[in-house]
């Protein structure tokens, strides 16, 4: 399984195959027609599930952000937590989804750019 936040949908030709899962607060960041009907066929197909946090893992990825907090959205977050619920990792390009996934110990790949530099987390996913 891995967690899917919005640069998966914005960035990538296709989705990864394997079970893979995003939230409704990702779904919501999707503004363009492409990656809104990429989603929308995977969710339709079942390729994707559509799962919400615990608010516990919320809580324990706000706490963890520390000074990146203000620059992580609500979807931001959600992913996160959603990953820490799953024990899997996430696909993103978000540097600051990266910075806070390396703190809590969650792999994550880039979909498109480069990864955070190995001294700041070394995790794939």
């Given at each position: ?62 706490k963890a952000a520390g000074r990146v907090l ?38 994550f790949s880039p979909v498109f750019r480069r ?11």
């Amino acid at each position: 399984m891995i967690v899917l936040d919005a640069p998966a949908f914005l960035n990538a030709l296709s989705l990864p195959s394997g079970e893979k899962a995003t939230t409704r607060e990702v779904l919501a960041e999707l503004k363009d027609r492409r990656s809104r009907m990429l989603a929308e066929a995977a969710v339709a197909s079942r390729e994707l599930r559509v799962l919400a946090p615990s608010d516990e893992s919320v809580e324990k990825v706000k706490k963890a952000a520390g000074r990146v907090l203000p620059r992580l959205s609500k979807a931001d977050v959600s992913v996160l937590a959603l990953a820490r619920d799953l024990g899997c990792g996430i696909m993103t390009d978000d540097y600051a989804v990266q910075v806070v996934a390396a703190r809590l110990g969650i792999p994550f790949s880039p979909v498109f750019r480069r990864g955070i530099k190995e001294g700041r987390g070394k995790n794939k996913a």
